[in-house]
């Protein structure tokens, strides 16, 4: 690989990676630095079909994310995992230092470049929810309340006979939906009058509810869980309450600018905390990118992070090639 000027990747999804390979091909010396122990962002923790990726057919996200770190791997461009940023610095000639922690940075643990590309992705919300509702993380620790889709998506998964859905977005219905089909009964609970997810997905999981498979309990809120010999009892707003063999929330994502590192450099963000970027990817401080979810929540998926890769790339590479 061509060793030109360095451009830190920071973090490992689809975004990230496709701005790692055109960086590359364009001669400049990406690093990716990723703080999980492999690479793949949220797209490695979906065992789900992803039927809209072109050319990829049949492959689930999980597939999608092996497929892209394989390619990674073959391109010969320098990884770090385990690694964080710790602090990036503005030096005095317009460049930064980024100041690295963790079992793989490298010995002097800082690297100085002209251009920084933030992939940091999104994460499930609900860790709130875990901490405000009674006996909800001891469960979750148990493995009865689940953050995000993942595991009822597992092959093999054991599912139990009934399910209760927190959400009112387009994954509790869909979810909803693919369990019903399994055979699972599902509850799906939501605190809003009505769905926030798309018709088709709602209008998908009615003949559920027709045969008694699916029930929606719109206008209800969970108060407390607590063990029921294996499963999981729920108090339910009203009085009501709930037994299920688990509990999946299901709150859609937040986006992961909530670092030290990364809070200090102030950047604009949107009310909700995405990052706010230009036609080129950059974010409001010169020089500093943003690709994929982080910046994106209008239209979060693996096809729209791999083209903002591609554009950052494109952009970084211009001006870096403009420098004398």
Request: glycine fraction near 14%; proline fraction near 6%; aromatic fraction near 4%.
């Amino acid at each position: 690989m061509a060793q030109g000027p360095v451009v830190p990747v920071v973090g490992g999804g689809p975004a990230g990676m496709s701005c790692a390979l055109w960086l590359a091909n364009y001669g400049l010396r990406p690093v990716i630095i990723e703080r999980e122990a492999a690479l793949g962002g949220m797209a490695r923790l979906s065992p789900y079909p992803n039927d809209w990726l072109l050319g990829r057919p049949g492959e689930s996200g999980r597939d999608n994310a092996t497929a892209f770190a394989r390619h990674i791997e073959k391109t010969a461009i320098e990884t770090l995992l385990g690694v964080q940023p710790t602090r990036l610095r503005r030096e005095s000639d317009g460049g930064f230092t980024l100041e690295l922690a963790g079992a793989g940075a490298p010995p002097t643990q800082d690297l100085s470049c002209r251009a920084l590309v933030i992939a940091t992705g999104t994460r499930f919300r609900g860790g709130e929810w875990l901490d405000r509702v009674g006996n909800a993380r001891q469960l979750a620790v148990a493995g009865r309340v689940h953050l995000g889709p993942t595991y009822v998506g597992e092959p093999g998964a054991r599912l139990g006979t009934h399910i209760a859905v927190v959400g009112g977005g387009d994954n509790a219905f869909d979810v909803s939906r693919m369990l019903a089909e399994k055979g699972v009964r599902v509850s799906l609970i939501m605190r809003s009058a009505k769905p926030r997810a798309r018709p088709a997905m709602v209008d998908a999981l009615r003949k559920h509810q027709a045969s008694g498979l699916a029930t929606v309990m719109a206008e209800c809120t969970v108060g407390a869980l607590a063990d029921a010999g294996g499963r999981v009892s729920g108090q339910l707003s009203g009085g009501g309450k709930i037994e299920v063999d688990h509990v999946v929330l299901l709150f859609g994502y937040q986006p992961n600018t909530d670092a030290p590192w990364l809070a200090a450099l102030a950047l604009d963000q949107d009310p909700h905390g995405y990052l706010a970027v230009d036609r080129n990817m950059e974010t409001s401080g010169s020089g500093v990118f943003a690709v994929g979810d982080v910046a994106n929540p209008a239209h979060p998926c693996i096809a729209t992070a791999i083209g903002a890769g591609t554009m950052a790339a494109r952009e970084i590479q211009r001006r870096l090639a403009a420098r004398p």
